[in-house]
């Protein structure tokens, strides 16, 4: 991320990262790669809890804030080979 990002800059980067993150799982897949990773207890649902206009908003105000400037993340992926 960078300080000058916005939304839609930030969306697709995300959408050109996943795009060759996909075709590589795909490639991987058809050369007969399995994936995956044995929980060593039982799962559990993750679930969203507030995730409506207010807190859209407050996300919001925190970006224009300032709240991630000077954060650079490098790209990471983590293949978990199936066990």
């Known amino acids: ?14 959408v050109q990262t996943s ?6 799982l795909l490639q991987r897949l058809a050369a007969g790669e399995r994936f995956g990773q044995t929980q060593p ?4 649902l ?11 908003r407050v996300v919001s105000r925190r970006l224009q804030e300032g709240l991630l400037k000077g954060l ?4 990471r ?3 978990y080979p199936s066990v």
């Open 41 to 44: 207890h039982k799962g559990r």
């Open 19 to 24: 795009a060759g993150i996909y075709a590589e």
């Open 72 to 75: 650079d993340l490098d790209v």
């Open 1 to 14: 991320m960078k300080p000058d990002d916005d939304e839609l800059t930030l969306f697709w980067r995300a």
């Open 46 to 56: 993750y679930q969203v809890k507030q995730r409506g206009l207010v807190q859209e």
């Open 77 to 79: 992926i983590t293949w």
